[in-house]
DNA sequence: AAATAATACCCAATTTTCTTATGTATATAA
DNA sequence: TTATATACATAAGAAAATTGGGTATTATTT
């Protein structure tokens, strides 16, 4: 995950998120999607990606579908009906989050302004 | 810290952050302003506060002075002047953390737009 | 008067979530 | 042929929280 200690907690909703656009997606996917959207400055590791990923399934959030790609085995993901629902709880969540630490950390903050 | 488990790793910032902009305040102090800040929604439990305080001070963040008000002993911590640097880094982390986040999450979100 | 809440500090056991390191395997480029 | 990219995975350890205690004084409710 690069240097970033601030993912924590915050990387089943990018998972989930992640998926909600697009469907389905295997797990090395979702790591070079991450690089692509944030320039490189967000590297999510294998070692925090596939346990969350299954942490996800055992859930009930996930589904998988194996494929075979070019002699290599690739795992989809896509969401649940609980996943769909699990997706907008976690970003209201995250929103009012960030809400809140704005409040805290920009006292000159209002909400709808950049 | 109430029902939220994001605040991973932005605790330190807000801890210095508010350090910054009062001069020097208490623990107990410290949980209620961010409780008013947040509208009782960001709740700061002591098991995560104290051990993050007597970390930063003992990473030389921080000083504390302990004085006596009404019969009760309150610490008082004040920014060094390391303290006072990485307040800096520490916002300017999380700011493009969040920004990140927001690249990930909101396919739409531009910076500078509310 | 007694019980509860608020103020004010603290610690320990446990849990969650990550990092770091390692392992397996195929395909491609230097 | 060696390194990089693709693609999965696990295990040991660290970091940072939660949960649940403990001590003590003061203020408020019942």
Redesign the pocket.
Known sequence: ??N??L??????TIILKLLEENDRM????IT?KVKELTEGEIKI????L??????LEAEGMLTTEIEQ???????YYSLTKDGQKEVSAKMSELQSFVGNLQRILDPEWKPGLA
């Open positions: 995950m690069s970033n200690n993912i924590k907690g915050s990387l089943q295997y797990g090395y996917e070079q590791t294998e070692g925090a596939y346990p969350a990923l299954h942490k790609v070019d002699n290599r085995v690739r795992k």
